[in-house]
Nanobody, 126 residues
Framework: QVLLVESGGGLVQAGGSLRLSCAAS????????MGWFRQAPGKEREFVAA????????NYADSVKGRFTVSKDNAENTVYLQANRLKPEDTAVYYC???????????????????WGQGTQVTVSS
């Protein structure tokens, strides 16, 4: 079992930025594809971004493409989500999760991911 801990959320004005982090309890980031998802109140969990196990390939939801960037630091065993030009509709709890071992970045369904973190709240005010 891998423990994932997200951090970096907070309250920000529209147009602002946040950098979310996802730290793993053991050596995982370098061997797994990783995904970021979010869930707003009353809505289903939705795909935000994913990165392949090599870090060479990334995949984004249309709603965040061009504003968010996913990256990983294998030495730190951490995955990041840089969120720029935030909008009120980005308000949600953001989760990271492990994907397939030695997998690509093309998986978008929450059912294709395991080992979810507890989430970090992002609130964007207008």
């Amino acid at each position: 079992q891998v423990l994932l801990v997200e951090s970096g959320g907070g309250l920000v004005q529209a147009g602002g930025s946040l950098r979310l982090s996802c730290a793993a309890s053991r050596r995982t980031i370098s061997e797994y594809a990783m995904g970021w998802f979010r869930q707003a109140p009353g809505k289903e969990r939705e795909f935000v971004a994913a990165i392949s196990w090599t870090g060479a390939d990334t995949n984004y939801a249309d709603s965040v493409k061009g504003r968010f960037t996913v990256s990983k630091d294998n030495a730190e065993n951490t995955v990041y989500l840089q969120a720029n030009r935030l909008k009120p509709e980005d308000t949600a709890v953001y989760y990271c999760a492990t994907g397939k071992a030695y997998g690509g970045s093309y998986f978008r369904s929450p059912n294709q991911y395991n080992n979810w973190g507890q989430g970090t709240q992002v609130t964007v005010s207008s």
